[in-house]
């Protein structure tokens, strides 16, 4: 098992805790026992550290929310500094916080910048104020990246949004190649890939999956040690999902046209 650090009395700190996968997370962390730190820049974070609260075997004693922008290094070193001063420890890791913006390449660069900010500079920002820490502390711990499929198989339509997640997913990659060879306690990175998840304010969406099936599907991942977290939902299966990441693959060692899935020319030997 390589959950064992998701235990009582340690600690879980998760960005874009407010609302959808990361607030499911908080609510199944708490329930274990963890203390927990949300981080979120919506207002609704300190209704979310009320519910956490009410699960908390800690109670409000065990739950922290601090307003945080992924986007500044210095928000990310402020919430390390605020939940090693109250907790001493972070055993969990969830960068998980993201914007989505619409659209291709020639959106503003200010939609680019701020994307890329968020979905990507994040989760580099956490990792450099945390894991230092993290390891000075000298106990196993994760690290949980949370991507897309959209970076995996990039469909066509939202450029920005999947440059970001591919982004996120090689970093990830890299990360976790390089921890798993670091000496001392394990601490190990996961790339967490939802489905299509009903989030935020949406009702339910069809075909789609809870938040919480998403955190349950990841905390039993994390427990086997499977590094790409790729969830299913209610319309798409593992076995549909693995076709279409390997046919993309074949785009390139069978030297078809990038996004062939899409081509008028290949979708129907997709399908
Ligand atoms: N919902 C889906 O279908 C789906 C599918 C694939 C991947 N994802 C990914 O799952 C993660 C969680 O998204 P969700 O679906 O739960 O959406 P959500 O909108 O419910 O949650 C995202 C949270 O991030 C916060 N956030 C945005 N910018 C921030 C910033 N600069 N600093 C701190 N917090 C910020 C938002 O306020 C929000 O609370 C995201 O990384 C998203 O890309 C979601």
Redesign the pocket.
Known sequence: MSDQMLTKGRTAVI??????????AALRLAARGMNIVL????P??DATAADVAKVALGGVDAVMSVR????KPA?LEALAAATYDRFGDCALLMN?????VKGGQDESMDDWYRTM???FW?PVHGERAFLPRMQAAGKEAVVIN?????GITNPPGNVI?NVT?SALKTYTEQLEHRLRSEPGPRIAAYL?????????KDLPKPG?WS?DQVAVFMLDAIAEGQFYIICPDDDVTTEMDNRRILWGAGDLAEKRPPLSRWHADWKDKFQ
């Open positions: 960005t874009g805790a407010a609302s959808g996968i990361g607030r499911a981080a979120d820049v919506a609704e974070l945080t922008d992924v986007a928000d998980n916080a993201a914007v989505r900010d968020v979905n994040g949370t991507g897309s499929k959209q949004y997640k967490l890939v939802p489905g299509w998840t009903t989030t935020g789609a938040a």
